[in-house]
């Protein structure tokens, strides 16, 4: 087999192996900050319960910045933390196990805090996308 040919299947392999693991992005946003739906409920939830200690954008207050610690935090730690709460240098996060509204959303808020580190959304405040 020639070096050329065999360095062709080689390429077309990985590309083919590493396009399966590709995670897919649980939110759609267009037009710089509207969001699908679903998205669009988290934001409100974040609005609601996270952005005073958080801030407006997930930027951090008195709370940490989530959209830069999102970038570090697995999925499973995330929804621990605000299932459970957490002991931090600023104090303690409350757990919202006892809050329906939240745990019900959670997946909506973990969507919208996602497109936050992703920088898929600016320092703007979200619409709600055309549905």
């Not at 609005?47 to 951090?60: I, K, L, M, P, V």
């Not at 240098?89 to 409350?94: A, E, L, S, T, W």
């Not at 997946?107 to 549905?131: F, M, T, W």
Request: glycine residues 12%; proline residues 5%; hydrophobic residues 35%.
């Amino acid at each position: 087999m020639n070096l050329r040919l065999a360095g062709f299947i080689f390429l077309c392999s990985n590309n083919f192996w590493l396009g399966g693991v590709q995670a897919q992005v649980p939110y759609t946003v267009t037009e710089g900050n509207k969001l699908d739906s679903q998205t669009y409920q988290g934001y409100l939830l974040y609005r609601n319960w996270c952005a005073r200690c958080h801030g407006t954008f997930a930027q951090g207050l008195a709370g940490p910045n989530l959209a830069k610690s999102l970038k570090q935090t697995s999925k499973d730690e995330f929804m621990q933390v605000l299932v459970k709460g957490k002991n931090g240098r600023i104090g303690i996060m409350p757990g919202f196990n006892d809050n329906p509204q939240v745990i019900n959303g959670r997946e909506q808020l973990y969507n919208y805090l996602r497109a936050r580190a992703d920088n898929a959304i600016g320092p703007v405040q979200p619409e709600q996308g055309s549905k």
